[in-house]
């Protein structure tokens, strides 16, 4: 291990020291409300922050190692976890049935419109044009149709009765498409996700510290992340009673701490030249926030017996399909630039400009 090595998880450990002290301001701040209230959260939130950058950086260790398309894939399912987990308790404390669907809608709109546009205009106005493997970006967006048709434009035909049945039925079909994916993007066609100098990047910290470690790092930053979130929970939601903020806040905010480190990962491959790792983390993490996130939250919901809205209202039906054209124009041809950037760009201001005026 190298040495420093500790000092080098700081925000682990004042994450850690951030829960005894979270509980314990937790009702003196509900009580008091005001900058008491606002500043508890914000550093709740600094502290979440912080263990999902330390859980993108060991994932990021381990992909090095590893390689494409092994790299992108730990990365993007750490990121995943750490949704699922912070959801999962925004769920059980707000009993909101419509927070998983604006989350994986916001995550999509994010992931595909925000990391994906602002990395071709960063790499398009530094290298011209970038190139990656078409075949990644043909197979992530058909699975991505599939997924969000099953998940999310489906459930919005299926009456109550029928609802238990369906969702069961979700879960299964996700879970078969995610294993089959997972083994064909590891296994069978490997090379669909590599492109050239993405297999040789340089593994600056490769030694010195076990896979295990990092490994452990990850699972415990994960769970101090769960934990963290029942505070934040109960304080978002103090903030924003008797608000006119937009009622997906939450969900966007979930969106957001998940996306974070992938967003910065993205960037600086983007910066690199490295398009490739880019579009597997844009496209590879959408299609993993719909095939992982949607199925344990639809399982918790057959489990309590309390059906989640999965169904997708007009205006998400709308983005959502905006969104996929302009992936497949954009992404039809193996190459990408500043001015196919934009066009995301756009789309995720859009986003953003809907949500604050509420009507996502």
């Given amino acids: ?4 090595y500790l000092r080098s998880e700081w925000p682990v450990w004042l994450a850690l020291g951030m829960i005894p002290a979270g509980f314990a301001l937790e009702h ?9 209230l606002g500043g508890l959260f914000a550093l709740v939130l600094a502290a979440i922050l912080g263990l999902a950058f330390r859980i993108a950086h060991h994932a990021e260790v381990l992909a090095l190692r590893l390689g494409e ?8 399912i750490a990121a995943v976890s750490v949704e699922v987990v912070i959801l999962a308790v925004l769920l059980f404390d707000s009993h909101s049935p419509a927070l998983a669907r604006d989350t994986v809608f916001s995550a999509v709109m994010i992931d595909i419109n925000g990391i994906l546009g602002i990395a071709a205009i ?5 290298h011209g044009v970038q190139k990656y493997n078409l075949h990644s970006a043909s197979a992530y967006i058909a699975m991505l149709l599939v997924a969000l048709g099953v998940g999310m434009f489906l459930p919005d035909f299926v009456p109550d009765a029928a609802w238990p049945t369906y969702s069961a039925f979700s879960v299964g079909i996700m879970a078969i498409l995610y294993i089959a994916f997972l083994r064909l993007q590891t296994v069978e066609h490997r090379r669909f996700f590599e492109y050239g100098h993405n297999l040789e990047e340089e593994v600056h910290d490769a030694h010195g510290s076990p896979n295990l470690l990092h490994i452990g790092m990850i699972i415990g930053a994960v769970i101090a992340v769960g934990v963290l979130s029942e505070v934040l929970s109960v304080l978002l939601d103090a903030l924003l009673t008797g608000t006119s903020a937009p009622k997906t806040i939450p969900a966007v905010l979930v969106a957001l701490i998940s996306a974070s480190p992938e967003v910065l990962t993205a960037l600086k491959a983007a ?3 490295r398009l490739q790792t880019t579009v597997n983390i844009a496209l590879g993490a959408s299609l993993s926030t719909v095939l992982l996130t949607l199925p344990v939250i639809e399982a918790i919901a057959l489990f309590t017996g309390e059906r989640i809205i999965m169904a997708i209202t007009p205006a998400q039906a709308g983005m959502l399909i905006v969104t996929l054209l302009a992936a497949m124009n954009n992404l039809h041809d193996g190459e990408t630039n500043a001015i196919e950037g934009m066009s995301h760009l756009a789309l995720f201001l859009a986003f953003v400009a809907l949500t604050l005026l509420g009507i996502f």
Avoid: Q, S
């Fill in 1 to 4: 291990m190298k040495p420093g």
């Fill in 28 to 36: 003196a701040a509900l009580h008091t409300g005001g900058l008491l």
């Fill in 69 to 76: 398309p092994y790299g992108t894939l730990i990365l993007t």
């Fill in 122 to 126: 960063i790499g398009g106005l530094k």
């Fill in 271 to 273: 910066r690199d030249d």
